[in-house]
């Protein structure tokens, strides 16, 4: 059974950092592509960054480019979030999740991304 689940999330002021971690079980980690989502209140989901197999491809959305960098460590099967530089408007609850169909790729659409962690909330306090 896969399951991923993310931590490291909390409130934070703005200008502050987090880091979010998801660590990822029942799967062969590191063989797919991962990528981190984000849902505020009222809004849709939405792709903030991914990253390759073997961590060689990133992604991320211009809102975060430069603030946030994603990494992973294939050997703890755990992909990471450094955000840096928060704003309000990132306040949100960040998901990551697994793409079983693509390696190398790093899609930014959710409907192709297969399994999901449970999310974990960020506040950031202006």
């Known amino acids: 059974q896969v399951q991923l689940v993310e931590s490291g999330g909390g409130l934070v002021q703005a200008g502050g950092s987090l880091r979010l971690s998801c660590a990822a079980s029942?799967?062969?980690?590191?063989?797919?592509?991962m990528g981190w989502f984000r849902q505020a209140p009222g809004k849709e989901r939405e792709f903030v960054g991914g990253?390759?197999?073997?961590?060689?491809?990133?992604s991320y959305a211009d809102s975060v480019k430069g603030r946030f960098t994603i990494s992973r460590a294939n050997a703890k099967n755990t992909v990471y979030l450094q955000m840096n530089s928060l704003k309000p408007d990132d306040t949100a609850v960040y998901y990551c999740?697994?793409?079983?169909?693509?390696?190398?790729?790093?899609?930014?659409?959710?409907?192709?991304?297969?399994?999901w962690g449970q999310g974990t909330q960020v506040t950031v306090n202006s």
């Open positions: 999740a697994a793409d079983f169909q693509r390696a190398q790729y790093v899609s930014g659409h959710s409907f192709q991304y297969d399994n």
């Open positions: 029942g799967l062969s980690f590191n063989m797919y592509a």
């Open positions: 990253i390759s197999w073997n961590g060689g491809v990133t």
